[in-house]
């Protein structure tokens, strides 16, 4: 047995409910994306609204976040990611439960959506992974990967929560029920378990071997990399990717000729393959070259988008397309997160990283009215289905070409 795989189980050891509370809190940030696609006819029955009316929500939700989350990121570096990520569910688990006061206007709509906006910026995978990746150094890979195992989890189960509460009580008591049952289950397990893996506890001492040295560029030599600036694009090239799909699957799936609650269960799939894919990717980071698995995984959901170009997909089609974008998804902010933190190191992390997410909030904007747009002007999704595809394959050619990270004293 090896010197470094003992570190790394007694990095598990000690950490392992630091990483475990933060999958739970990170499963937050999935809530609007996977759950609001089983209410999307609901609402176009009960208000007239168009597809693109419907997802005007998400985009606001996403267009916030351009101007919030480098200050998201910056207030996690100085006072610590736990007080940041126990506001951001409060908030985005509430507001979501709002949703169900809808009036029929769109702007009070976009209203609502600012709300759960504020919420989403307090929950970016850089908040929960920052604490993680200051306790896991021959572990950091898998670490991170288990943390952000949230949001395949979330989008495992909310598609078929949402649509059962929607079934059995209705879209507005469906929109209730998600956001309590999401409070219920996050808020507890991160106030009791998630702390801050940068700073030792107050009033005591931790030994000299578990003491954290938190290095790495400022926010000013960051931007100015290489690999700040491969990340933007390959990180927004998935982010219009995965906000355009999240959305959008379930509409599109029974677009194709399925029932509703086959078309939750299907996407479901994409919630479960990105579970595997995400702790796949995580270990394989620990041992393989980071861009050469983020230029592969990008590259799915361009073959994922092919099978659901077929002019009449069985079900075997939808669920492979559907288990294709669940594993981009899953691998995808983990290779990311784990680039940013060999690059860039921890002292800016949150903030530079905040400043990656913010150039893809301007893709998540775009994408789920554009999706909704090509819908009702052409009746299907196949031309912002093609737009993925080359948006995509330019992400991975810019991952691919990040180059190799320079030495920092947290690594």
């Given at each position: ?5 003992i ?9 392992w ?7 739970v ?13 089983p ?29 919030l989350?480098?200050?998201s990121?910056m207030?996690?570096?100085r ?8 506001t951001?569910?409060a ?7 709002l949703?169900?006061?809808?009036t029929g206007?769109?702007?009070n709509w976009?209203l ?16 929960w992974t ?6 896991f ?11 952000l ?5 979330a ?15 209705g ?13 219920l289950?996050?808020f ?25 040295e ?31 799909i ?9 677009d ?14 994409m919630g ?6 995400r702790?796949s ?21 361009v073959?994922?988008?092919?099978l ?7 079900i ?11 594993i ?25 990283f905040?400043?990656i ?16 747009w ?9 031309g912002?289905?093609i ?25």
């Open positions: 047995m090896t010197m470094d795989t570190s790394a189980r007694n990095e598990w050891r000690a950490y409910p630091l990483t475990l509370a933060a999958m809190g990170y499963s937050t940030i999935g809530l609007q994306s996977y759950a609001l696609g209410f999307v006819t609901h609402l176009e029955i009960e208000f007239g609204w168009t597809r693109a009316e419907v997802m005007t929500g998400l985009s606001v939700s996403s267009l916030a976040g351009v101007f989350n480098i200050a990121g207030i996690a570096d006072i610590g990611p736990r007080p940041v990520g126990l951001g569910i908030i985005k688990t509430g507001a979501f439960a949703l169900a006061t809808a206007s769109i702007l976009s609502l959506w600012f709300a759960i906006a504020l919420g989403v910026v307090m929950l970016q995978a850089s908040i920052s604490a993680v990746a200051a306790r150094d021959k572990s950091r890979g898998l670490a991170m990967a288990a943390a195992t949230g949001a395949p989890l989008a495992t189960v909310l598609p078929l929560l949402a649509t059962v509460l929607i079934n059995s009580f879209w507005r008591a469906g929109f209730v029920g998600v956001g309590a049952c999401w409070f289950i996050t507890p397990v991160v106030f009791l378990l998630f702390k801050d893996g940068r700073k030792a506890r107050k009033g005591g001492r931790i030994p000299a071997s578990q003491k954290v938190v290095g790495g560029v400022t926010f000013t030599q960051g931007v100015r990399s290489r690999a700040f600036w491969c990340l933007l694009i390959s990180f927004g090239a998935f982010s219009f990717y995965a906000m355009t999240s959305a959008n699957l379930v509409p599109l799936l029974t194709k000729g399925v029932t509703a609650i086959e078309a939750a269960a299907i996407a479901s799939l479960i393959a990105g579970i595997v894919g702790l990717v995580g270990a394989l980071l620990d041992r393989l070259s980071g861009p050469a698995i983020g230029a592969v995984t990008q590259l799915l959901p073959g994922g988008c092919a659901l170009l077929l002019d009449q997909p069985g075997g089609s939808l669920a492979l397309a559907s288990t294709a974008f669940g981009a998804t899953g691998a995808e902010v983990d290779v990311s997160l784990y680039l940013a933190s060999r690059h860039f190191g921890l002292r800016s992390f949150a903030s530079l905040g400043a997410i913010t150039f893809g909030a301007m893709g998540g904007t775009v994408g789920p009215y554009l999706g909704g090509f819908h009702d002007k052409w009746g299907n999704y196949d912002v289905l737009v993925i595809m080359v948006t995509m394959t330019l992400g991975s050619i810019a991952i691919a070409s990040i180059g190799h990270p320079k030495p920092h004293a947290d690594q």
